[in-house]
């Protein structure tokens, strides 16, 4: 599924920073600051925003309803981001530890863990948590 042209404008970095930052800074037991600097860092990698992009999209699409355009929905998520501020922590399963280690991977931090998401089950965990955090993230958005 090729991702939205219109996605990127709607979620650039600092919006997938906003999105991101309560979850990344509990599960790192870092101040907000040093989250979103961190979370800045690793965002600068396009694989990691690309996959980021294709988890929202998903997500999106699963809950997209069958009169409801793309566009509409867009429109909608787009609107209900600028509305909010505060979002939730999302809580920690596996699958979602696996996605902020590779969020770490991608700040340059932990390459001791490198290892784990390199195989074939690692790299699906890291998949799966990329689409919790998009789910959760759009569940709470699109009411």
Avoid: C, W
């Avoid at 997500?59 to 429109?75: I, K, M, V």
């Avoid at 074939?120 to 998949?127: D, H, P, S, T, V």
Wanted: glycine fraction near 6%; avoid cysteine; aromatic fraction near 4%.
């Amino acid at each position: 599924m090729a991702t939205s042209p219109r996605l990127p404008h709607i979620l650039p970095t600092r919006e997938l920073v906003r999105l991101l930052l309560p979850t990344y800074a509990e599960a790192s037991s870092v101040d907000d600051t040093e989250a979103q600097d961190r979370l800045e860092t690793a965002l600068a990698s396009a694989d990691l925003r690309d996959d980021l992009y294709g988890a929202f999209e998903r997500s999106l699409a699963e809950q997209r309803g069958p009169r409801t355009s793309e566009d509409q929905q867009l429109d909608r998520f787009s609107q209900a981001l600028a509305k909010r501020h505060n979002f939730k922590v999302i809580p920690s399963t596996p699958a979602v530890s696996a996605a902020l280690v590779g969020i770490n991977l991608a700040a340059g931090l932990g390459e001791g863990l490198a290892a784990a998401l390199a195989t074939e089950k690692g790299r699906a965990l890291y998949q799966q948590g990329l689409s919790v955090l998009a789910r959760e993230l759009v569940k709470e958005l699109i009411k």
